[in-house]
């Protein structure tokens, strides 16, 4: 335990600061240390006003953060909403869409693409790189193997399919199998597509409103 520390902590919280505050005087505590060194000590009345307006100063501050950040990706959608009229004519982006709207994830707040088939990955990959304008950096891959279906050069196959690096592989999730009569040996596993950016699937999102507004508008 560095002593200094405490100490620095105890006089701070004596004179009222808040447990965010003294984090930002002494470096490397964390808020259960804190809260170890802390909890006997009592607060004025005063102090406790004090910090009680902190607190609503700071969730105030948090929602509107919040509320620009859902204005801002909600501005996204709907210009991406409009734009799919300018690509109908192509026939690789309107197939990418329709598969990410039947197979991709929608709610997590980030793009994710999960399939078996490695032909299906492959024209996925090319959708995100020639419509999403995705660095390569930002790709990472994930793999759910069931134990029978390992092969040596399983890893190989899905960075071929995805033209991805192994160093952009997650750890691997191999699930035990007992039934080894149900070996596939077509089966490579099951791949996913994964990149972390709000401001993509809100413009996804947006695609895919724009797409079934057409086809609602169609009949």
């Not at 105030?60 to 996204?76: D, E």
């Not at 799919?84 to 991709?104: D, I, K, Q």
């Not at 707040?109 to 995100?128: A, H, K, Y």
Request: net charge positive.
């Amino acid at each position: 335990m560095d002593f200094s520390k405490k100490i620095k902590a105890i006089e701070l919280r004596r004179k009222g600061f808040s447990y965010s505050e003294i984090r930002q005087s002494i470096n490397n505590v964390s808020k259960s240390t804190l809260s170890k060194w802390l909890k006997n000590i009592e607060l004025t009345t005063e102090q406790k006003k004090r910090l009680t307006r902190l607190q609503a100063t700071a969730y105030l501050g948090a929602k509107k953060i919040q509320a620009r950040s859902i204005a801002y990706h909600n501005q996204i959608r709907e210009s991406a909403k409009k734009e799919v009229l300018t690509r109908l004519g192509n026939p690789l982006f309107l197939a990418g869409l329709m598969l990410y709207w039947a197979e991709g994830d929608k709610r997590s707040g980030e793009v994710q693409f999960t399939n078996s088939d490695p032909d299906m990955i492959t024209l996925m990959m090319r959708w995100f790189r020639e419509f999403c304008n995705i660095p390569e950096s930002k790709f990472r891959i994930g793999l759910f193997v069931h134990s029978l279906h390992v092969k040596e050069n399983y890893l190989d196959f899905w960075s071929k399919a995805t033209s991805v690096p192994l160093t952009q592989f997650n750890k691997p999730y191999i699930k035990p199998t007992i039934f080894s009569n149900r070996k596939n040996k077509l089966y490579e596993g099951t791949c996913v597509i994964k990149i972390h950016s709000r401001d993509l699937i809100s413009k996804i999102l947006g695609w895919i409103d724009g797409i079934k507004d057409i086809l609602k508008n169609y009949a």
